[in-house]
């Protein structure tokens, strides 16, 4: 193989590893959500100003993926249910668990 053939494959493997690093900066949040301990599915978890979301399992674990423009310090998620309180939690520390409690809203019958 030529030089031209080995400087060609050297740029190509620079590429991918490029290509490979900046798809390992997206964040992955992983969490569960509670109702008084007890796991609680089908929640929705929203990055706020976002489209970006998910669902919990049936055990109310939730996994979010974060794309790499948006920074540490931006990420808000909100988890919510239909006759909960939306939750909106800042999100400090990627590495830990994130626990979310859910509370029922009060309803006043007159």
């Known amino acids: 193989m030529n030089q031209f053939g080995l400087n060609l494959i050297l740029i190509l493997l620079l590429i991918n590893q490029s ?40 055990d109310g674990n939730f996994t979010l993926k974060i794309p790499p423009n948006i920074k540490l310090e931006e990420i808000i998620i909100i988890a919510s249910y239909v006759g909960m309180i939306p939750k909106e939690v800042k999100i400090r520390n990627v590495k830990r668990r994130i626990k979310i409690r859910l509370k029922p809203e009060m309803v006043i019958i007159e």
Do not use: Y
């Open 19 to 58: 290509i490979f690093v900046h798809s390992n900066d997206t964040i992955v949040l992983n969490g569960k959500v509670v109702e008084k301990r007890i796991p609680f599915p089908k929640a929705n978890i929203k990055l706020k100003g976002t489209e970006i979301e998910t669902k919990t399992d049936f």
